[in-house]
Every structure is written in C-alpha cells, then in structure tokens.
C-alpha cells in the first residue's frame, strides 16, 4: 500500500514540475512579448511615424525668398554680393529645408543644403540660384529662381532730368547723367539704338 501511494505521489510531483515548467514558459513568453528590446521599440515608433507621414501630408512648403530680391540684377560694387551684402536664402515654414544650385540644374534633397549665406564675385558672373523647401510629410515647395550679374567695370544707368515721358509747351533743356565718374554718355533722337560712334 505504502508503494502504492509512493507511486501516485512522485507521479503527482512529476506532473506538478511539469505543470510549473508550462506554466513558468508562458509567463516568460509573456514578457518577452510585452516588453522589446528598445531596438525593435525603435523600430516599431519609425514605422508607425512613417505610415502617419506617408498617410496625411501637411501642406506645401512656402516658396524660398532671396535678398537681394532684385531680379535680375546687376551689381556694379566690388561689396554688393559679399560679406555682410552675401546673397541670403530662407523659407517661411518652420523646419523646412532649403535645398539649391547654381549650375542651372532643378534643385532636390540631394542638392545642397542651404546653410548661410552665398557670395558670388565677378569671375563667377552670372550665376543663376535655383531653391526649393522641403520637410517630412509636406510636399516640397514652388522653386525659386534668380539671376546675379557682378560687374565692377560696368557704367551706371544714364538718368534724365527732366525724368520722360514728359510733354513740354516751350524749349526745354534735358540733362542726361552717369556717377560713374569718367563715363562719356551716347545718346540719339531718332530712336534709334545709340552706339559709341553716336552723339554724344
């Protein structure tokens, strides 16, 4: 009898150790399921920022704006587009990037980042800048193109005095101007294009 009731005893402890085993695998299942490694943790965050972003777009990134913003320009001033004058590029949107070139291609976010200001001498002459804004989750802005021309030799625009158009009732004198010191003023009235061999 006494082995009888050893037996089902040891038995009954063998099950016992193997209901625990079961039951202890499952707890640490459990946890290991519940709690990642940061790694994946990390992971799991990108992938659900990402579906978010991809899934609902913020807006449009506002177009970039130069300074100077005169289109086209030229600049007659060894200091016009350098030092504290240097071309300077930024977007309205909070967290854009600005992306540009000069070399006349479309800029992208494998362009270059814009990060102060862009000087450009006579040498370089004309340079075309062509930026764009970009952010995760917007769509990317309008480019911005604009055109530098430096040239330190070049005559300043001839002004009028009387400024024209004008209609005058009597004889009038009209005094035709430069700063740039030295320069000799071509001028016609035929409407035609005045050239160096023109009056003068």
Known sequence: MRNHVGDD???AGAFGARALAVIGAAALSLTLTSCPPNSLLTDVKAQVEAAQQSGQNQGTVA???FTPSTANGTY????????SSAITITCATAGAAI???????TPSVSTATYTGPISITQAQSPVTIKAVGTRTGWTDSPMTTMTYVVNYNAVSTP???PAGPATFTTATDIQVSTT????YIQFT?????????GGS
């Open 63 to 65: 177009a970039p704006a």
């Open 189 to 197: 009235t035929d409407g035609s294009m005045p050239t160096a061999s």
């Open 180 to 183: 740039t010191s030295g320069a």
């Open 159 to 161: 002004t009028f005095n």
């Open 76 to 83: 007659t001033s060894s200091t016009d587009l350098s030092g």
């Open 99 to 105: 992306h540009y070139t000069t070399d006349g291609s």
């Open 9 to 11: 005893t040891r038995r």
